[in-house]
């Protein structure tokens, strides 16, 4: 029999980026009406290194949390992130820590992806600082690709387990890691049977997607994100992963919003922007796994449980009230296309309690 609804613990966002200004204003509330936390990325221009920074952004966060949304019962925390650095020192790592408020720190390496220039250049320079995460626990979110020009764009995230990730880990082994949107089947297989405290987050176009779709009858713009979409054989290991019951594995929408002529460009950003139907987009992935019975665990358990978080005690309903995807919503100086425009979906995000 197939389920006309299904109501599960309201999940959580365990990577999102949601920018500033008029852009968050625009975007938060997609993200509001569906999850009560989120792990917020700190790669604003420029980006958010200090504590002080994360807790006047997560400010200016809360402060534009629609009253509406508020009125209707929803609360929702951001859970910031700060953005490592060659000049993170352990002192601002325990300041972090000691705010409640910073929940993990991010690597980016220099130069992988929008707004990284500030990366860092070289893990040696952050010894004591991953040193101080390592001690308090403080979460490591990894953005695991290599940069180097030589290496193929698809093969720099199976580069980067075998020359940054194993050796990092083995430096730091009580570090907690959260491998962000992992990509491919080394990726879910490393997570999957290493030692120690290690995660991986998983986006809804890795699971939905192989890269044919950024092809698909012409250049497909909005399809284009960092990890790149890789081969179907991936996609088939990152939903086995995530329809595993793994504990290891949990939800990240990673939606990265672009106003709609920067993607459509002739160098166009990198970034899908899968907010406004997340829950539905994942829901369409694990059924068609025939596992919608593992999606609670994945999208509201396995997060906090990482993280040391508690687990939410509200619920979500989601039912079997086919949509389509809408064109493109409003967006500051333009308009934003959501992922998979125009494509119909099944379930439909209906009552929070
Ligand atoms: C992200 C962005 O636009 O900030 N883009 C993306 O393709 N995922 C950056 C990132 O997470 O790599
Ligand atoms: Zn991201």
Redesign the pocket.
Known sequence: MTASSITIIRPDDW?L?LRDGPQMAAVLPYTVRQFARAIV?PNLKPPITTTQQALDYAARIRAAVPPELIAQGQSFEPLMTLYLTDQTSAEEIARAHASGVVHAVKLYPAGATTNSDSGVTNLDRCTSALEAMQRLGLVLCVHGEVTDAAVDVFDRESVFIDQVLITLRQRFPELRIVF??ITTRQAADYVRDADGPIAATITPQHLLYSRNAIFQGGLRPHWYCLPVLKREVHRQALLQAATSGNPRFFLGT?S?PHERSTKESSCGCAGCFSAPYALELYLQAFESADALDRFEAFASFHGPDFYRLPRNTSTITLSRIGQQIADHFPFPSGSIVPLASGEHLAWRVQASA
Do not use: G, L, Q
């Open positions: 990577h980026h990325m962000e949107h990673d990265a």
